[in-house]
């Protein structure tokens, strides 16, 4: 079952932005868990880019996008935000969103195993 979808991704130039959604399928509420994202560039191990906690709302990003990328949550909607603003070419990648599994599913922490529910991915390229 897909229980997460992401969508937003898509051709930009450096230096524009992107705003993906990370988006939780009927029945699954996002509200319940840390959101992580994660991306993987061709030839290149998957990384973590960002995480919103459940219990506090805190957030994290990987060094290599602080001040350029935020995260979000719209509870109401049921929905992550990953907003990219000043994108590199090596941002290219593929980007999923995937939530924390049990015990610790409210909290940002953990390698990628620690993510139970993953998206399939959403494109992003940047290219002149």
């Known amino acids: 079952q897909v229980q997460l979808v992401e969508s937003g991704g898509g051709l930009v130039q450096p230096g524009g932005s992107l705003r993906l959604s ?6 699954f509420t996002l509200g319940y868990y840390a959101i992580g994202w994660f991306r ?9 880019v ?12 990987a060094d290599s996008v602080k001040g350029r990328f935020t995260i979000s949550r719209d509870y ?12 590199k070419p090596e941002d290219t ?10 015990p ?4 940002c922490g953990g390698n990628e195993s620690a993510y139970s529910n993953w998206g399939q991915g959403t494109q992003v390229t940047v290219s002149s």
């Open 22 to 27: 990370c988006a939780g399928s009927i029945g």
């Open 40 to 48: 993987q560039a061709p030839g290149k191990e998957r990384e973590g």
């Open 50 to 61: 960002s995480c919103i906690s459940s219990s506090d709302g805190t957030t994290h990003y």
């Open 76 to 87: 109401a909607k049921n929905t992550v935000y990953l907003q990219m603003n000043s994108l």
């Open 93 to 102: 990648a593929v980007y999923y969103c995937a939530a924390r599994g049990a």
């Open 104 to 107: 610790s599913y409210l909290d």
